[in-house]
Nanobody
Framework: QLQLVESGGGLVQAGGSLRLSCVAS????????LDWFRQAPGKEREVVAA????????HYADSVKGRFTISRDNAKNTVYLYMNSLKPEDTAVYYC?????????????????WGKGTLVTVSS
């Protein structure tokens, strides 16, 4: 079992920055592929960024490339999402998710564990 707890969401003006954190319980954190997903009202949950077990390979949605950065610290059981140049369309609940399988996972249907989410609101 893995428990994930997100933090760092809040209200920010367009153009601003936020750092999301997700702390995991358990001693096998480094064996999980980690993703950040988001879900805006009335929309499907979508992948924002993903990172492999070692942190050497990452994936970003086209909508956030060049603005968001995902990283992980396996010693601290934590994955981060640095969000810069935020736009109103980035407003959503952001979820941390983990999967035991090898390789990057980009679909919410494949993830094994989820956090409860943190709300990010970007005002124009």
């Amino acid at each position: 079992q893995l428990q994930l707890v997100e933090s760092g969401g809040g209200l920010v003006q367009a153009g601003g920055s936020l750092r999301l954190s997700c702390v995991a319980s358990g001693r096998t954190f480094s064996t999980y592929v980690l993703d950040w997903f988001r879900q805006a009202p009335g929309k499907e949950r979508e992948v924002v960024a993903a990172i492999d077990r070692s942190g050497s390979t990452t994936h970003y949605a086209d909508s956030v490339k060049g603005r968001f950065t995902i990283s992980r610290d396996n010693a601290k059981n934590t994955v981060y999402l640095y969000m810069n140049s935020l736009k109103p369309e980035d407003t959503a609940v952001y979820y941390c998710a983990a999967d035991l399988g090898a390789g990057l996972k980009l679909s919410p249907r494949t993830m094994d564990y989820w956090g409860k989410g943190t709300l990010v609101t970007v005002s124009s």
